[in-house]
């Protein structure tokens, strides 16, 4: 099934579930490896992974009941940067489940975890920097999680995301 398929089936099952309320809860959610999520290689190809995190953060923002506020246009979701470790490979037809939790957030990014399985075996991790914007404005995600109703603070930082936004930090220096 391609990605457009997906995203609708997401959107089909997002009218049958109640939103949970609760940022800080993992969301799952589990894709079949199908032929043409393959690569050369014959396995999940690098791409899919960075589209299945955005499908599972799009159920976030369902499961979290953030979804009404983006489509009436009063935020966006703007990523701005991914980072994926390979561990294991997912071979054709097996199934892959993807745990997408948000970790914490500062005064400009939220970040998140993303990690594939296949059965209880984890075959990649990752992590996703996200800003929230209001009408062309970065707003925390705190602030936008205030302004719906969920009263949240930010949990401390992994020591990966750090390490992460350190790395990032040093490739603006360079590049920037």
Same mark, same amino acid.
């Given at each position: 099934?391609?990605?457009?398929?997906?995203?609708?089936?997401? *959107?089909? @099952?997002?009218?049958?579930?109640?939103?949970? #309320?609760?940022?800080? %809860?993992?969301?799952?959610? !589990? /894709? +079949?490896?199908?032929?043409?999520?393959?690569?050369?290689?014959?396995?999940?190809?690098?791409?899919?992974?960075?589209?299945?995190?955005? *499908?599972? @953060?799009?159920?976030?923002?369902?499961?979290? #009941?953030?979804?009404? %506020?983006?489509?009436?246009? !009063? /935020? +966006?979701?703007?990523?701005?940067?991914?980072?994926?470790?390979?561990?294991?490979?997912?071979?054709?037809?097996?199934?892959?489940?993807?745990?997408?939790?948000?970790?914490?957030?500062?005064?400009?990014?939220?970040?998140?975890?993303?990690?594939?399985?296949?059965?209880?075996?984890?075959?990649?991790?990752?992590?996703?920097?996200?800003?929230?914007?209001?009408?062309?404005?970065?707003?925390?995600?705190?602030?936008?999680l205030a302004r719906e109703g969920l009263s949240v603070e930010s949990p401390p930082e992994t020591e990966a995301i750090t390490d992460w936004k350190e790395t990032l930090a040093a490739k603006r220096a360079q590049f920037g």
């Amino acid at each position: 099934m391609n990605l457009v398929g997906r995203f609708l089936l997401l *959107l089909l @099952r997002a009218l049958m579930r109640r939103p949970s #309320g609760d940022p800080l %809860a993992p969301v799952r959610h !589990r /894709y +079949r490896v199908w032929l043409h999520d393959m690569d050369l290689n014959f396995h999940l190809t690098a791409a899919r992974y960075f589209s299945f995190g955005d *499908l599972c @953060r799009i159920q976030w923002l369902i499961d979290t #009941g953030l979804g009404r %506020a983006f489509l009436k246009g !009063r /935020y +966006r979701a703007v990523l701005n940067a991914q980072e994926l470790t390979y561990i294991r490979e997912f071979a054709p037809l097996s199934q892959v489940t993807l745990e997408v939790q948000l970790r914490c957030w500062d005064e400009k990014y939220a970040y998140f975890e993303q990690r594939f399985y296949h059965g209880k075996t984890l075959h990649s991790v990752g992590h996703a920097r996200m800003a929230m914007l209001h009408k062309g404005k970065v707003m925390s995600m705190g602030e936008v999680l205030a302004r719906e109703g969920l009263s949240v603070e930010s949990p401390p930082e992994t020591e990966a995301i750090t390490d992460w936004k350190e790395t990032l930090a040093a490739k603006r220096a360079q590049f920037g």
